[in-house]
């Protein structure tokens, strides 16, 4: 861990890399937390978070936890107060057998207390840092750490200050909210200072298989698992009294920002509209190597400056209430806005700096990503855009290909993409193209200020899956790529403007 660590700290901006200097490794930045004196380094964690639909349901994790929190307690070690903690299990059955052992009361003084069931902050609803440590971060671009026992970790997911996010069990998410950073190395370092002075080592804290096992037998029980579950179709007084209209059609509600009738069937013929290419398109965004669905599809909370932010305050919602991408995924107009709005995407176009924005070729302006799409939309000129190897890799996301395609994409030419993202491409009418093998955008010499032209046949019957196709560039290149229609029934998909209108014409045909 601590070597993976410093590594990031050292390598060059991208993925796992900080790239800082190393006269600045040390920086200390110093605060005063709620009138008692904090200090931050890089590596400082500042969010520790047992929370998951997956691992919170394995009781010897999460007893193992209260075990750590409870040795820590008893040798005086606690976590520092300006560390966000938070203890969110995928079940009720969690509370139950937490109680019962007798633990739950060490996490709380640990500071993990429940805070709710289910997604928090793997999808970055672990709410705001406190004013004082935010501004540490900010005002000294501070590296701070989120640990967290979720399955997602991708930049800027987890939260807008935390730059390094590792995953952990939940014993190993307390060991590291005690240690306060992870830059450590738990064989040799202490994690801190017991109450009489000595230090205290991982080893001390870390309880044994069979304390584990004790705990389980003696608290995990049966009937913990048939009463939680047994009122689950019971519902909640708030969800009982919902008013639901009786209509067998959907009542869409115009002024809602959070489910939003979709364009996706709107102009919709029963004629397909058949095979394209792209003409003149412009490039939307130059990417390299690793660009995950996490950079791609919205996700995690929604930052105050972006086009998804300005659409909600146009529309009366107060910043308090925004609320995550996750939540409001039922609007289109929400999510189309936090299309490649990740706070730490890396786009060649702007030479070096990070962020959601882009160049608008024509004006040569730099806009948010959303703002430039809709002004190529607005012109009448199609988008494309230039990618590295494994594009589209990470959790599999429906969003990393609707955005896009709201967006105006047309087509994405990589060097190689992550499979289940390639078929949601096409799936909703996105050219997939990759670069012959030795071949790439900077060996091309593309910058991504050309307009792009890719030649397809006429008629479906002429396209066969994994052909090759010609892109020429207006200055004068051309070069080959093969077109990533893996399959006959994606050629279907394609011919009918994506997977949704090809359902729809199906089952009318019916």
């Known amino acids: 861990m601590k070597a993976d660590w410093n590594s990031c700290l050292n390598n060059k901006v991208g993925f796992k890399g900080f790239a800082v200097p190393k006269e600045a490794q040390e920086k200390v930045a110093k605060f005063s937390f709620h009138g008692k004196p904090a200090e931050l380094k890089h590596g400082s964690v500042v969010i520790t978070a047992i929370t998951s639909c997956t691992n919170t349901s394995n009781p010897s994790v999460m007893l193992g936890a209260g075990l750590v929190a409870k040795k820590a307690c008893e040798l005086g070690l606690l976590v520092k107060p300006w560390i966000k903690t938070s203890l969110a299990p995928g079940s009720g059955v969690v509370t139950k057998y ?28 672990s709410g705001e840092l406190d004013e004082s440590v935010a501004s540490a971060i900010s005002e000294n671009d501070i590296i701070a750490a989120a640990v967290l026992s979720g399955n997602r970790n991708f930049e800027g997911r987890v939260h807008a200050l935390t730059r390094a996010n590792y995953l ?43 304390e584990v096992a004790e705990a389980v037998q003696s608290s995990v029980l049966p009937d913990m698992f048939r009463s939680t579950y047994q009122a689950i179709t019971k519902g909640n007084p708030m969800w009982n009294q919902l008013q639901v209209p009786s209509s067998t059609l959907y009542t869409w509600d115009p002024n ?138 990470g959790s599999s996301r429906d ?70 196709v010609t892109v020429t560039t207006n200055n004068g290149k051309s070069f080959t790529c093969t077109v990533r229609f893996d399959t006959e029934v994606e050629l279907a998909y394609f011919n009918n403007g994506g997977i949704l209108p090809y359902v729809i014409r199906n089952l009318i045909k019916q």
């Open 98 to 125: 937490l109680l019962q052992s007798g633990l739950q009361e060490y996490l709380n003084k640990q500071g993990f207390h429940i805070v709710g069931y289910g997604c928090t902050t793997c999808i970055g609803n």
């Open 168 to 210: 952990a069990s939940p014993p190993l998410v307390v060991a590291y909210a005690l240690a306060g950073t992870v830059d450590i190395d738990f064989d040799k370092e202490p994690i801190g200072t017991g109450k009489d002075g000595k230090s205290i080592f991982f080893k001390d804290i870390w309880p044994s298989s069979e």
């Open 256 to 393: 809602s920002t959070y489910i939003h009738e979709p364009p996706y069937f709107k102009n919709m013929t029963m004629e397909p509209p058949g095979v394209h290419g792209v003409k003149d398109a412009y490039c939307l965004l130059n990417f390299g190597d690793s660009i995950t669905t996490d950079h791609i599809s919205p996700a995690g909370s929604i930052h105050r400056d972006s086009p998804a932010a300005k659409f909600l305050l146009d529309r009366g919602v107060e910043r308090k209430d925004f609320n995550s991408y996750g939540s409001r995924r039922g609007n289109d107009e929400v999510m189309a806005r936090g299309t490649f709005a990740n706070i730490r995407l890396v786009n060649k176009l702007l030479n070096g700096e990070v962020g959601p924005k882009t160049i608008h070729v024509p004006t040569g302006e730099k806009l948010y990503v959303f703002d430039a799409a809709m002004r190529y939309k607005d012109a009448g000129h199609d988008t494309i855009v230039l990618a590295g190897a494994e594009y589209g890799s």
């Open 399 to 468: 969003w990393a290909a609707k955005g896009p395609m709201l967006l105006g994409v047309k087509a994405v030419i990589a060097k190689s993409f992550e499979r289940i993202h390639r078929s949601n491409l096409v799936g909703m009418g996105i050219i997939p193209l990759c670069f012959k093998s030795g071949e790439d955008a900077d060996t091309l010499g593309l910058t991504g200020h050309e307009r792009y032209t890719i030649d397809l046949p006429n008629k479906i019957s002429d396209i066969r899956p994994g052909q090759d």
